[in-house]
């Protein structure tokens, strides 16, 4: 018996479970998103995110990068990962005036 099998349990019983996780999963989701009508479910979607995402929306990105990179620098005492938040802002205002301007 090998270990995995030890501390898990039979390998044969977790692939049946995650089996009927997924289909059960498939048969919600086509529920969810099947709509018989043809119309657009995201319609006009795109222009308020734009909107949230270039008003009051980027504070709350900008202090979640803060924080999260502060927690990573803390956990690995790497300056680079700090650095990263300046790469990551800079890219999502860049696709952010990709998004905006497409609209």
Do not use: P, R
């Amino acid at each position: 018996m090998c270990e995995l099998q030890k501390m898990y349990g039979c390998a044969k019983k977790t692939g049946v479970w995650q089996f009927l996780l997924l289909l059960g999963l498939t048969v919600i989701s086509l529920g969810i998103f099947a709509d018989d009508t043809g119309k657009d479910l995201l319609a006009g979607t795109s222009e308020s995110l734009v909107k949230t995402l270039s008003g009051t929306g980027m504070k709350f990105v900008y202090l979640t990068e803060g924080i999260v990179s502060l927690a990573a620098y803390i956990k690995t005492k790497n300056l680079l990962v700090l650095s990263g938040v300046i790469v990551v802002s800079v890219f999502f205002n860049i696709i952010l005036h990709i998004a905006g301007s497409t609209t």
